[in-house]
């Protein structure tokens, strides 16, 4: 029986190739091979798809990714200051005992909701 190891790869749909490539590029997600419709991004071996939709009933927002950060505030700040739309501050999701997970949620270029995740010690 077959059981799932990992998420090889996450499709985002975009409006505009070039313009999204630049801002996942911004990310620091490294560009691993783009055509004319689609790019595909590495993040740590998981890979990132922007494409152009074939049809229209794809042509939505995508689901959320949640990249992990070792310091969220800081990427806050950072990403703030280059101009990325966030929706919230970074902000306490849940507590476990010790560990305390953080999130914030922003905008890419093509209007899909992303965030950062990060899990501190209390």
């Known amino acids: 029986m077959s059981t799932i190891q990992k998420i090889n790869q996450i499709g985002v749909p975009v409006k505009d190739i070039h313009r ?4 996942y ?3 620091s997600l490294p560009l691993l091979f783009a055509t004319d419709t689609m790019a595909f991004l590495d993040c740590n071996g998981t890979r990132i798809l ?13 689901s959320v990714i949640y990249f992990q950060v070792e ?8 990403f703030k200051n280059e101009g990325i739309t966030f929706i919230n501050e970074p902000h306490i999701v849940a507590k ?26 209390a």
């Open 96 to 121: 476990i005992n010790s560990t305390e997970t953080w999130m914030t949620f922003f905008k890419d270029t093509e209007n899909n909701t992303h965030a950062f995740v990060s899990e501190v010690e």
């Open 25 to 27: 590029k911004s990310l």
């Open 71 to 78: 310091n969220i505030k800081e990427t806050y700040d950072k």
């Open 50 to 62: 922007l494409s152009l939709p074939e049809k229209e009933e794809f042509a939505h927002p995508s």
């Open 20 to 23: 999204a490539v630049e801002f």
